[in-house]
T-cell receptor, first 112, second 113 residues
Framework: NAGVMQNPRHLVRRRGQEARLRCSPV?????VYWYRQLPEEGLKFMVY????????ESGMPKERFSAEFPKEGPSILRIQQVVRGDSAAYFC??????????FGPGTRLTVT | QKEVEQDPGPLSVPEGAIVSLNCTYS??????FMWYRQYSRKGPELLMY????GNKEDGRFTAQVDKSSKYISLFIRDSQPSDSATYLC?????????????FGTGTKLQVIP
């Protein structure tokens, strides 16, 4: 059984570039969540998506950040014009319902 | 006041000790309660999932929920060095039409051989 897959695992971008983070949920899970985690800090909710729909994006900055979960293919978290403050670990989780969430290994974004 | 409070630790115990990890919460609407374990530079791993007040046991782990006191605990018996990790509590409530999960900030545990 494949768990949640995220790629790339590590991503280095220069300031001003775009970062694209991909998440493939557990097969059969239709709920996807994105979180951000800074060192020594907890998980900060960003966005919750179901297939083709954004359900809750209250934790995601309105500028430069966007997320999608298309009918086919992985969920994508996109950060445009990255700044140093975007450096963090980004985790994706999927769920068969809306409560117990299964996390991927994360993408560590470094902005230089 | 945060909705979910968790002591960040670090908590250091000798191998074999019983570990008690705790969270308090303020939102009485929380219905589902979970514990996650996160090793350094890895994703959180779901350990325990409970719904009602009371205890749930799984091997060396026992999750306890006291809804009247708004308090949940995770007990680890016969702790091992491999249990050294950050433990996050999580709980969900129906918010905006869906079960929204709120995480504690995590307690760092170190089990010393």
């Amino acid at each position: 059984n494949a768990g949640v897959m995220q790629n790339p695992r590590h991503l280095v971008r220069r300031r001003g570039q775009e970062a694209r983070l991909r998440c493939s949920p557990v097969k059969g899970h239709s709920h996807v969540y994105w979180y951000r985690q800074l060192p020594e800090e907890g998980l900060k909710f960003m966005v919750y998506l179901q297939k083709e729909n954004i359900i809750d994006e209250s934790g995601m900055p309105k500028e430069r950040f966007s997320a999608e979960f298309p009918k086919e293919g992985p969920s994508i978290l996109r950060i445009q014009q990255v700044v140093r403050g975007d450096s963090a670990a980004y985790f994706c989780a999927s769920s068969p319902r809306q409560d117990e969430q299964y996390f991927g290994p994360g993408t560590r974004l470094t902005v230089t | 006041q945060k909705e979910v409070e968790q002591d960040p630790g670090p908590l250091s115990v000798p191998e074999g000790a019983i570990v008690s990890l705790n969270c308090t919460y303020s939102n009485s609407a929380f219905q589902y309660f979970m514990w996650y374990r996160q090793y350094s530079r890895k994703g959180p791993e779901l350990l325990m999932y409970t719904y009602s007040s009371g205890n749930k046991e799984d091997g060396r782990f026992t999750a306890q929920v006291d809804k009247s006191s708004k308090y949940i605990s995770l007990f680890i018996r016969d702790s091992q060095p491999s249990d050294s990790a950050t433990y996050l509590c999580a709980m969900s409530a129906l918010t905006g039409g869906y079960q929204k999960v709120t995480f504690g900030t995590g307690t760092k545990l170190q089990v010393i051989p």
